[in-house]
């Protein structure tokens, strides 16, 4: 089992930048594959980024290029850098775990977090 908690979350305004964090407990977080998803009000949750264990990045086209996923292994964390937000970046963000590599569909992602807001004003 792995828990996971993430934090960083608040209001910015457009054009602004914000970093998530996510910290896991449990076993051996290395092994993981790390991603974030979001779920904005009224529609579905959606995948956002992911890293492998290996390092490996990889994006959904909406955040591509603004978004930048990252993990620290010795502490236990992964990281979502956010740049140049807008409105429409404005969702609740999910942690989640994988014992799958370079997966992206929710189905596949075991272990998930409580969740953080990000609300970007206009």
């Not at 009000?41 to 996923?69: L, M």
Request: charged share 15%.
């Amino acid at each position: 089992q792995v828990q996971l908690a993430e934090s960083g979350g608040g209001l910015v305004q457009a054009g602004g930048s914000l970093r998530l964090s996510c910290v896991a407990s449990g076993r051996t977080f290395s092994s993981y594959t790390m991603a974030w998803f979001r779920q904005a009000p009224g529609k579905e949750r959606e995948f956002v980024a992911r890293i492998a264990n290996s390092g490996n990045a990889y994006y959904s086209n909406s955040v591509k290029g603004r978004f930048t996923i990252s993990r620290d292994n010795a502490k236990n964390t992964v990281y979502l850098q956010m740049n140049s937000l807008a409105p429409e970046d404005t969702a609740v963000y999910y942690c989640a775990a994988s014992d799958w590599p370079f997966v992206t569909g929710q189905a596949q992602y075991g272990y998930w977090g409580q969740g953080t807001q990000v609300t970007v004003s206009s």
